[in-house]
């Protein structure tokens, strides 16, 4: 009932940018929190960072400073500005969004993207 997809994931040198994009679509009602999450080969899905729908945002240390979380809401639509990408960044990148739904207007649950590849080359 609601579809979360993910782009502009791909291959970077270090010291590079590049700018992701979530857009959430289908039987929203009331999106609440999204964020961005990210998982490396061998280690476990963490958070990179969250955005309110009052804008507040949240980062991983491992990011303050160098990445940027962003929304637009006519868009239902989620950014992760990434600069001064490092090796260590490299990982499959998910968007999260916390939203309830027409049929279900006081239920709040998460809908994940499939994710999007991104890669740091030394």
């Known amino acids: 009932q609601v579809q979360v997809v993910e782009s502009g994931g791909g291959l970077v040198q270090a010291g590079g940018s590049l700018r992701l994009s979530c857009a959430a679509s289908g039987s929203t009602f009331n999106i609440n929190d999204m964020g961005w999450y990210r998982q490396a080969p061998g280690k476990e899905r963490e958070l990179v960072a969250t955005?309110?729908?009052?804008?507040?945002?949240n980062y991983a240390d491992s990011v303050k400073g160098r990445f940027t979380i962003s929304r637009d809401n006519a868009k239902n639509t989620v950014y992760l500005q990434m600069n001064s990408l490092k090796p260590e960044d490299t990982a499959v990148y998910y968007c999260k969004v916390n939203s309830a739904t027409y049929r279900s207007p006081l239920l709040f649950l998460d809908y994940w993207g499939q994710g999007t590849q991104v890669t740091v080359s030394s």
């Open positions: 955005i309110s729908s009052g804008t507040a945002t």
